[in-house]
């Protein structure tokens, strides 16, 4: 684990508790701490992939730990924005599909590597827009209680951002499912 990408990997896992505590804190000064967090945490995971191809570090680790620091990262803020209300409603329904999917993909990459295990499954194009997509409504729910002249805009466009995330989540899964059961 001595290599810049799986440091970065585990940052992501271990700043995530911290991250949920900031989320459901009702200091105004720890919810802007939360988005800056959630914003280190997401650059975090953008530059492991970077850093692994790039310095060629890619590691059955890495591979192993990446797929889960995600999934615990966006299922967490999930959770935390769903006790505190702001995501509500309908927009329980993005929120519980994108949360079974995530938890559902893991469990077919598990079957899958127990099944096969001189292969792997490799995130594809429309998983990683899937993710980035997830992000970006998530952040812009956590920014609008920070940002109270433009809040309910930014939450607005955030839970839409959601829906999409979530129509990209179902597609992305179908095709997971698809290269393991064809």
Known sequence: MKNLPNILTVFRIVSIP????AILSSAKNLNFFAVILFIAIAASDYLDGYFARKMKLESDFGRMLDPIADKFFIISVIICLMIKGNIANFS???AFVIVFREIFISGLREYYAASNSNSTIDVSYL???KTAVQMLSLFLILCSPIMPQLNISIMNIGLIILWIAM???IVSGY???KRIFN
């Open 18 to 21: 911290l991250l949920v505590f």
């Open 92 to 94: 329980l329904i993005p």
């Open 127 to 129: 998983g990683k827009m």
């Open 167 to 169: 129509i990209l989540s």
């Open 175 to 177: 095709q997971y499912f």
